[in-house]
DNA sequence: ATGAAAGCGCTAACAA
DNA sequence: TTGTTAGCGCTTTCAT
């Protein structure tokens, strides 16, 4: 827990009677040093314990790099956020990259504070996903490439990386409709964020395509799921903009004994989706998949890659388990 | 995506026309600067969006902080793991101090990788999920302290954070004898990982107060929950030992039609535990207040705190969900 | 092939 | 209260 202060460049010169130069040479792998000079300043090294100190490094070096990169997502807890910075953690440390991460909870101002705190750790880059509509303090960010991930934020000029929202939503709707479903209720909220926005485009225009009206979109809660399954004309089949409704879906459709009753699909797959009964149909994103894109982009943006923004598309996958298959009731 | 660099403090001085060390001040919040300096300086930051350099203040000042740690967790993308670093970050970030974090997935030779490479980021110190049974390379971080979560490392004088894994398993096994099962078999690897091994004494211990005898424990596939249930006598009621193994035993009693009948508690609470039919009965662990406990405590010790090492206990909480309140069949 | 000196952005110690 | 100087650990540049 004590201990004592760390060897510098100068202790392992001075033991292996070197000069700074030298053992700076052999550290960084320069090739231009006598083989006796550098197997004593291996030798120090080891002996010494020596790490080399990339913070005084890096403020000193041409290309200023401190090999760590900064990740803003909503909820590092979560089971899409978590499997992102994984993915993202994992493609970076195999370039020698670390990972700063934290969590917005989509609050603007959060965002603020951590893209402050890795800024002023010299993050070489910063992986988004963006809280709310407006990112001016990432466009004032001119030093550092920045990639978003997830949600797109309009007029930022950045790579960014996105599920097939609404082509998921759309394969989604239209496998329900497959079924012979015509009254399918989207649970969730259209005027929220870009994603479900997306999500809900895909919803609109499968049934569109069908020429099939849609029912009136609803909110966040439970208590809306219910409403949706007591109401005067209970829909027949649910799509779900993302797991936390899903589950709120699947806890009403319980409550009403209707789960084996009423089909259901929802974006995001979720742990456990095919142990229930039945089993949830799902249109599964790919967070690692993602992660990783994401992390390549901007490493090499970080390498100096100019170019306009690029934009990623990340494919969405229907898992069928069952929920989904449920046809509607025989025609009455 | 260009972009030009850095204002420094220089720049700033000169903007506002006063010495650098005046900027200085002001930066750091040191009340002894004239107003009206105050106010140019102020006016110079702003305008050249200027912000502190950590790196290069860390690398002067005498506290020499980098005012970030590393965090070495098994899997980050589990909801574990990952429930653990967003309580260390959140918790963290409210002192101003960021977090560095990777996976070992249990694998010696990665911790040890991610551990140089956070050490020469100059991280102020470490909270460690340790992997296998060997810490040596974390013994010979004498220059930054350390603390255990989730699992001890004998011989290694940190702080060390636990579930009471013992107790926990106690109870649950205690749970179900108090309904009248005998045949309580256990699933998990009682030779692997340390936490493993305690719930395993607590299992133990829990039928020996009873008089009851041991079904000899199994372990870790779905395969052996099935040879389990087909076996000659097959257990009225199981314990798993963490999360992944309850999934497969749900799986196993599902293809037997015996999860009605059979009863299950397992360690680790997981998503949509309760969703299940029947609930999941489970030993939940806290880990957002393990992880808070553990940033926390690394912090004290970053502060200079000394003297021997601590153990932090976090209890366990066991929920009832259904699945652990079957009773044995009736006398037969 | 090796070393000496300068300096990255910042703060400590001291001076004015 | 403000400024000057030195130097943190390292890499650059330039000399040898």
Redesign the interface.
């Known amino acids: 827990?004590?201990?004592?202060?760390?060897p510098t460049m100068k202790d392992v010169a001075r033991t292996a009677r070197v000069s700074l130069k030298t053992v700076s040479r052999v550290v960084n792998g320069e090739p231009t040093v006598a083989p006796d000079l550098a197997a004593r300043v291996h030798a120090a090294v080891e002996s010494l314990?020596y790490?080399?100190?990339?913070?005084?490094s890096?403020?000193r070096r041409n290309d200023r790099r401190?090999r760590?990169i900064g990740v803003l997502l909503a909820?590092?807890?979560?089971?899409f956020?978590?499997?992102l910075?994984?993915?993202i953690?994992?493609e970076a440390?195999l370039r020698?990259v670390?990972?700063?991460?934290?969590?917005t909870d989509e609050d603007p101002h959060r965002e603020r504070?951590?893209t402050?705190?890795?800024?002023?750790?010299?993050a070489d880059g910063l992986i988004v996903a963006p809280s709310g509509p407006d990112q001016c303090h990432l466009r004032?960010l001119?030093?550092?490439?920045v990639v978003l991930v997830d949600r797109p934020s309009p007029g930022l000029?950045?790579d960014t990386i996105l599920a097939t929202n609404t082509a998921g939503a759309h394969d989604a709707v239209r496998h329900m409709l497959a079924r012979g479903h015509r009254r399918i209720a989207f649970l969730g909220d259209h005027d929220g964020v870009a994603t479900v926005r997306d999500r809900y485009r895909g919803y609109l225009t499968a049934l569109t395509d069908a020429g099939v009206p849609a029912v009136e979109p609803l909110g966040w809660a439970e208590a809306t799921a219910l409403a949706l399954l007591d109401g005067p004309t209970p829909p027949t089949a649910i799509f779900t903009a993302h797991h936390l409704l899903t589950?709120d879906a699947?806890?009403a459709l319980?409550l009403r004994g209707l789960h084996r009753r009423i089909a259901l699909v929802g974006f995001d797959d979720?742990?456990?989706?095919d142990?229930?009964?039945p089993g949830i149909t799902v249109v599964a994103q790919d967070p690692?998949r993602m992660g990783r894109t994401a992390a390549r982009a901007l490493l090499e943006?970080i390498d100096g890659m100019?170019g306009p923004?690029r934009e990623f598309w990340i494919p969405t996958n229907l898992i069928r388990r069952g929920s989904g298959e449920i046809p509607p009731p025989v025609a009455g």
């Open positions: 827990m004590a201990g004592g202060s760390r314990h790490r080399p100190h990339l913070g005084a890096m403020l401190t760590t909820d590092l807890a979560g089971p956020s978590a499997a910075h994984r993915a953690a994992d440390s020698d670390q990972v700063l991460a934290g969590s504070e951590l402050a705190a890795f800024t002023q750790r010299h004032s001119t030093d550092i490439p000029p950045a589950i699947v806890r319980r979720f742990p456990a989706a142990l229930l009964d690692a943006r100019t923004p």
